[in-house]
């Protein structure tokens, strides 16, 4: 099954131990420490929407993407009822045009690691990379092949997996060990990955 069909079928089945309903406490902190200011924002599987949502209504200008049509129809309600104003997308990020743009922020929690192929990483680099105006930030969430095996929750990226896909093209500012928030009985560990564009 395809990336596109398994999240869709995901979403309508109500299948999504990575959606506690809630903000990332991650993105939240990572605005703060780093000041960044309200400016045009970017999110990559966007999933339900609280993201977006937090980003909105602390003055982002927000576009948020995501592959499957049931999240996106979430995610659109969740804003209504926030009465914030976000553009929703439905796009592959790999194969679809991304517009409009450039941002000053994109983030993804959860996006990069899905990706199992170093060309597929490499490329989603270079596509945020081209959708980011100079010196702007990507801050990604991804799981980690740290802490102890388990047979469910996020794809596991190593930091040489991280690096090789972002260094050419992004300023790696900060690398934090993480534990993911979700609605798994033990939280899966993970990287909070704050980057800045190269010129």
């Known amino acids: 099954m395809s990336k596109t069909k398994d999240f869709e079928e995901r979403y309508r089945k109500g299948d999504l131990p990575w959606d506690?309903?809630?903000h990332?406490?991650?993105l939240e902190q990572v605005i703060k420490e780093h000041s960044i200011p309200p400016c045009s924002a970017l999110e990559l599987g966007a999933g339900a929407g609280s993201d977006a949502?937090?980003?909105?209504r602390q003055g982002f200008i927000v576009t948020a993407i995501d592959v499957s049509p049931t999240a996106v129809e979430i995610a659109r309600r969740k804003a209504a009822d926030a009465c914030v104003?976000?553009?929703f997308i439905i796009a592959d990020v790999l194969k679809d045009k991304i517009s409009p743009g450039p941002f000053d922020f994109v983030f993804d929690r959860g996006c990069?690691?899905?990706f199992d192929l170093p060309e597929e990483r490499s490329r989603l680099a270079e596509i945020i990379r081209n959708r980011l105006k100079p010196h702007g930030y990507w801050f990604s969430i991804i799981g980690s092949t740290d802490g102890a095996e388990r047979e469910h929750g996020p794809p596991r990226r190593s930091v040489l997996d991280i690096a090789s896909a972002v260094e050419?093209?992004?300023e790696i500012i900060s690398l934090k060990v993480i534990y993911l928030d979700t609605n798994l009985p033990e939280a899966p560990r993970g990287w909070a990955c704050l980057m800045r564009r190269r010129k």
């Not at 949502?53 to 909105?56: I, K």
């Open 20 to 22: 506690t309903g809630e």
């Open 24 to 26: 990332d406490k991650n």
């Open 53 to 56: 949502v937090w980003l909105a």
């Open 85 to 87: 104003r976000i553009e």
């Open 112 to 114: 990069f690691h899905i």
């Open 168 to 170: 050419s093209r992004f």
